[in-house]
């Protein structure tokens, strides 16, 4: 139609390009230790010492290194009987500052015994080594009931190419659903570079590689015809938006800041949304490329760089989550075209969805009435 040939052309709209990635105010500071003064270090050691429960205190002594602080947060986080908050808290200072026997340690915890939430922080922490037993606790894992545990699993798996290859082929076998890995996890193996990984993806769920400018205008066109063929439900479309675009986006101070507070956009120019939907790496600026990390310990992560200092990087993926990663664990840091708002985000919506997610990006407030 001709209201539908005036849609931008894919690499003419793009929402990652007007903010830049707010920085993780939770998490702890990353100070260098060799930038702290030997008489601070003494007194933050000696203090930590009368009090050794303070929170604050023991990160301190985590971050300067003092003698005891390390076997005591491996004592927690290894302690069942040890209240669940506490063990969560000696995790993530070991993630922040333990050193690689702390993770080997931390092995046993790799358990579906394990509390769900300490497994979700262990897993990417005890993925660091490549211990004997590993690949196949985190197999089992992958076998959870918990999706979230299923995921982290999966996370993990995928950080090696021998992890990644090993549970690829699982899949072949039938050992787990195909439907369970997402097209964002599948588009993050693809940084491997690898000819079997590839392989195994196309065998499994066949050609994945994005498509021409001509495909990407044909799928705009698609969704425009399916939007102009009725209204849609704003309250419906909350609850979509919620779903799909909350992980980064906020709109009527609901949502994640990772991308670009959608309240203040062009949101009523329909063929932008459009464009920025099905080309989202058509235009991204510096702060929006996303960076794949090589480890020394042969692991790969790939995210949007949210924090850095002199002792550490902290990415942060799709989903908004944070990994931080020690600087002395990093081998190389590649930036990539390619945007962290993945392709192909409504492909698995009704028509009728669509009209409901639309009418809510672009109303003027929250809960206003269906045009």
Known sequence: SERSAKIQRPGQ?????????????????????????????????????????????????????????????????????????????????????????????LLPLLDSKSPGDVLLVVMPLVSRTDSPGLLDRLLSLAESPSASIRQRAREALFSRVAWTTAYLAEVAAGRYTADDVSLNELRGVAVHNDAEIDRLVRHIWGNLTAGTPEEKLAVMRRLNNDLRAGGGDVSHGQGLFKQKCATCHRLFGEGQTIGPDLTNTSRSDRDFLLASLVDPSAIIKRQYLTSTIETVNGQTWNGLIAAQDAASITLIDPRGERRTIPRREIEAIVESSVSLMPEKLVEDLTPQQLRDLFAYVQSKAPNVPNP
């Open 13 to 105: 709209g793009a929402l990652f390009v007007t903010q830049a990635a707010a920085p993780d105010s939770n998490a702890l500071s990353a100070t260098n230790r060799s930038t702290v003064s030997e008489p601070l270090k003494t007194f933050l050691r000696e203090e930590w010492m009368r009090n050794p429960d303070d929170r604050l205190g023991f990160q301190l002594a985590m971050q300067t290194g003092a003698p005891g602080a390390n076997s005591r947060a491996l004592a927690i986080a290894l302690d069942a009987l040890a209240p669940e908050a506490e063990r969560l808290f000696a995790l993530q200072l070991l993630g922040q500052w333990g050193d690689r026997d702390s993770a080997i340690r």
